[in-house]
């Protein structure tokens, strides 16, 4: 089996490489990983950092694209990469540490029964750390919000540490995908859901990032609020 991890960048120097060489570091049963940094031309230089490191790995894969493009792009062209390439899973993940690279072999075990793996922390057994009251009720609320309205039974619609069979993304048509940032996650997950796709949930801790800013922004949650309907209604 091989997969690609799709990890969206933007100022995220003082995490990628340490992200990189623990997920390199370790071992995975019958499956072969690489990665793929998209990077929004980061004024910290990541994408640069990137660059020099492919010259050590011929397993890390660098797309440098000219102005902040925002996440749903980023994760669209890199499906569109990964399916340009011979790879049987893809996955989701975080740039920042909150995804625990721990948890990548519950997903490769996982994916050989279904055709959508979520990790998920509104199941027993997961959660998050190190989050204030306001972001965890803002979240919980978000995910019972879009569970009640889009009428699916994910209990973490919106989660960012996924994997896709790759028939998924190639049935799946990512150039009507219209959600930008977190809202992408819930359009497809919703969209694997309706189509019929088998789907589970595996439990993760969440953890806040050490290092760097959160993207999470006002902008970003009122967006939830009117995408969620049109996502329903549209599709």
């Known amino acids: 089996?091989?997969?690609?991890?799709?990890?969206?960048?933007?100022?995220?120097?003082?995490?990628?490489?340490?992200?990189?060489?623990?997920?390199?570091?370790?071992?995975?049963?019958?499956?072969?990983?690489?990665?793929l940094v998209i990077d929004d031309n980061s004024p910290d230089g990541t994408g640069n950092l990137i660059e020099k490191n492919q010259a050590l790995n011929h397993h890390l894969y660098l797309i440098q694209r000219e102005k902040k493009l925002g996440l749903a792009s980023a994760y669209i062209?890199?499906?569109?990469?990964?399916?340009?390439?011979?790879?049987?899973?893809?996955?989701?993940?975080?740039?920042?540490?909150?995804?625990?690279?721990?948890?990548?072999?519950?997903?490769?075990?996982?994916?050989?029964?279904?055709?959508?793996?979520?990790?998920?922390?509104?199941?027993?057994?997961?959660?998050?750390?190190?989050?204030?009251?306001?972001?965890?009720?803002?979240?919980?609320?978000?995910?019972?919000?879009?569970?009640?309205?889009?009428?699916?039974?994910?209990?973490?619609?919106?989660s960012g540490f996924r994997c896709f069979r790759r028939k998924v993304l190639e049935q799946i048509n990512l150039d009507k995908i219209k959600s930008e940032g977190y809202v992408f996650h819930i359009e497809m997950a919703y969209l694997a859901y309706i189509q019929g796709f088998s789907i589970a949930e595996i439990p993760i801790v969440f953890k806040e990032r050490m290092k760097g800013k959160s993207k999470i922004s006002r902008k970003i949650l009122f967006e939830a609020l009117y995408k969620i309907p049109w996502i329903r209604l549209t599709r």
């Open 77 to 158: 062209a890199g499906f569109k990469f990964g399916l340009s390439q011979d790879y049987n899973v893809f996955f989701e993940m975080d740039a920042d540490y909150s995804h625990n690279p721990n948890y990548l072999q519950d997903f490769l075990v996982t994916i050989r029964d279904f055709d959508v793996v979520i990790g998920s922390r509104y199941i027993p057994q997961g959660g998050v750390e190190n989050w204030r009251w306001l972001r965890r009720l803002i979240s919980k609320g978000g995910n019972i919000y879009a569970r009640w309205l889009l009428g699916t039974s994910i209990h973490d619609i919106t």
């Open 1 to 35: 089996m091989r997969g690609l991890i799709i990890i969206p960048t933007y100022n995220e120097r003082d995490n990628i490489i340490q992200l990189i060489d623990d997920i390199f570091s370790r071992s995975f049963s019958n499956a072969e990983l690489d990665i």
